[in-house]
Nanobody, 121 residues
Framework: QVQLVESGGGLVQAGWSLRLSCTASGSAFIGYAVGWYRQAPGKQRELVAA???????NYADSVKGRFNSSRDNAKKTVNLQMNSLKPEETGVYYC???????????????WGQGTQVTVSS
């Protein structure tokens, strides 16, 4: 079992930055990939970034060059640095963990509770 808790959301202006953190419990975490997903109002949840257990990374085209994911397996944390935020990136951000392909297919087993990010124009 893996439990995940997100933190770091908030209200920022367009162009500002936020750093989200995902803290895990459970020894299996270090072997799992972690995805960051965004649920915008009225829209389907989408995968924004993913990081494998060995820190290989994937990003949605819309955030490449602005978002950066990192992980510290010793601390069981994964971070998402979000720069130059846009109003359309407002939503609830979730971290989730599982095997890599499951994360990439947006069907991981383990989810955090989500953290709200609001970007004002």
């Amino acid at each position: 079992q893996v439990q995940l808790v997100e933190s770091g959301g908030g209200l920022v202006q367009a162009g500002w930055s936020l750093r989200l953190s995902c803290t895990a419990s459970g020894s299996a975490f270090i072997g799992y990939a972690v995805g960051w997903y965004r649920q915008a109002p009225g829209k389907q949840r989408e995968l924004v970034a993913a990081i494998t257990s060995s820190s290989s990374k994937n990003y949605a085209d819309s955030v490449k060059g602005r978002f950066n994911s990192s992980r510290d397996n010793a601390k069981k944390t994964v971070n998402l640095q979000m720069n130059s935020l846009k109003p359309e990136e407002t939503g609830v951000y979730y971290c989730a963990a599982d095997l890599y392909m499951t994360v990439m297919k947006s069907s991981p087993r383990y989810w955090g509770q989500g953290t709200q990010v609001t970007v004002s124009s």
